[in-house]
């Protein structure tokens, strides 16, 4: 059983600038959801993808969206990026959208806008 | 809406002691999830500890326990015989049984080990 996995580890890009962010689920996890975190901060709930579909979002405006794909694997993508951008993307898959199964997390894209 | 605190932005505690870190958190619910998360320096947040709300008895794991009072809203988290490997962030994180199932997470306890 392999551990959710993203790339790229570290990414560097500029403000107005767009950006894509990947994530491979646990084998067998069918949901998926993202989060920023920001220098010394709690990680902050983006949204959610159950099946391929947008289950939840939180305070985060248009400029972020995503995609899941038939594997379960996601994409976190960014549009006009701002200078606050600038945090740790987490993804994190669960085995089902909730009950009793924990998330997953992997282990970030840390991303930098200039 | 729901909200996680963590009042103690860092705590130091000698290698083989007890420390308890601290978590309050707000929701109208009446059945949620708690959980507290480790992300050690490598990043990669890992799973320390699970709670359900309709569960009164406190879960434990190994050297983790937790204290839940739930007309408190409270729910504190104590390692004992601390390790220098249990140096790290600490979260602790909310997740209602419904709706989007979205974590809300605190702002972490750093957790310092001494030998």
Redesign the interface.
Known sequence: ETGVTQSPTHLIKTRGQQVTLRCSSQSGHN?V?W?QQAL??????IF?YYREEE????NFPPRFSGLQFPNYSSELNVNALELDDSA?Y?C?S?LK????H???????TRLTVT | AQT?T?SQPEMSVQEAETVTLSCTYDTSESDY?L?W?KQPP??????VI?Q?AYKQQNATENRFSVNFQKAAKSFSLKISDSQLGDAAMY?C?YRC????????????TRLKVLA
Request: net charge positive; charged share 15%; no cysteine.
């Open positions: 949901t959801s989060y010394g901060q709690g990680p902050q709930f959610q289950n939840g979002r939180g740790l987490l994190a669960s959208r909730g009950g009793e924990e998330q997953y997390f992997g282990p970030g | 996680v963590q999830y959980f998360y490598s990043r990669q947040m890992i799973l699970r359900e979260f994180a049984t419904s709706g989007t199932y979205k974590y809300i997470f605190g702002t972490g």
